[in-house]
């Protein structure tokens, strides 16, 4: 049976490493949106974390994905925990 050509498919928000060295304890929630982007999921339970969350797949492969979680107390930035894309071993 013939293969069919499969689209490779970039989703989320590309964030990068510039993006990250912009941010700084204390922004505010729309200095974030302007350096980071709005972010892909707003927890419904939690305003206070945002995700952007970034993968590039091709079918049913994953060759990378990543994950930057925001955290904010009263509107200000608090924290942030990063995944950044990486390959996933096979």
Known sequence: MPKIFQVVVNQGNLVDEK??????????ESQ???????PLITDTFNANRWDYYTSV?????????????????????LKWDVKLPETPSE
């Open 57 to 77: 797949s091709q079918g049913k492969k994953i060759y990378t994905e990543g994950k930057v979680t925001l955290f904010f107390k009263e509107g200000k930035l």
């Open 19 to 28: 993006m990250l060295e912009k941010l700084e304890i204390g922004m505010t």
């Open 32 to 38: 974030v949106k302007y350096v980071l982007g709005t």
